[in-house]
């Protein structure tokens, strides 16, 4: 339905930046909300950021809020995730996720709100 492709994953140093994106393909038109997942082995997937179609409301987990921006540019059908400050706790393989619905049945936190997923990206942030 919505294909996602992300990319800019890498190796970087605490204290450092990286920039994430991802690309939307197929039925973009009906992707109201995108976000931003990240999951660390061993432990469970878990919520970086969300952003709306109109990209004017962003959500942010306390743990990411003011070091992460979520950005969107619905002409090329791509969001970012620009990371600075990066701990080494941030170290995962990042997920871009897609919600073809103006309400989330969850909310904009849960992985099961939505609909579409790429195939991740590794960040690894050393000490």
């Known amino acids: 339905q919505v294909q996602l492709v992300e990319s800019g994953g890498g190796l970087v140093q605490a204290g450092g930046s990286l920039r994430l994106s991802c690309a939307a393909s197929?039925?973009?038109?009906?992707?109201?909300?995108m976000g931003w997942f990240r999951q660390a082995p061993g432990k469970e997937r878990e919520f970086v950021a969300a952003?709306?179609?109109?990209?004017?409301?962003?959500y942010y987990p306390d743990s990411v809020k003011g070091r992460f921006t979520i950005s969107r540019d619905n002409a090329k059908n791509t969001v970012d995730l620009q990371m600075n400050s990066l701990k080494p706790e941030d170290t995962a393989v990042y997920y871009c996720?897609?919600?073809?619905?103006?309400?989330?049945?969850?909310?904009?936190?849960?992985?099961?709100?939505?609909?579409?997923w790429g195939q991740g990206t590794q960040v690894t942030v050393s000490s």
């Open positions: 952003i709306r179609w109109s990209a004017g409301n962003t």
């Open positions: 197929g039925r973009t038109f009906i992707t109201y909300t």
């Open positions: 996720a897609a919600a073809a619905a103006s309400r989330l049945k969850y909310g904009y936190g849960r992985d099961l709100s939505y609909d579409s």
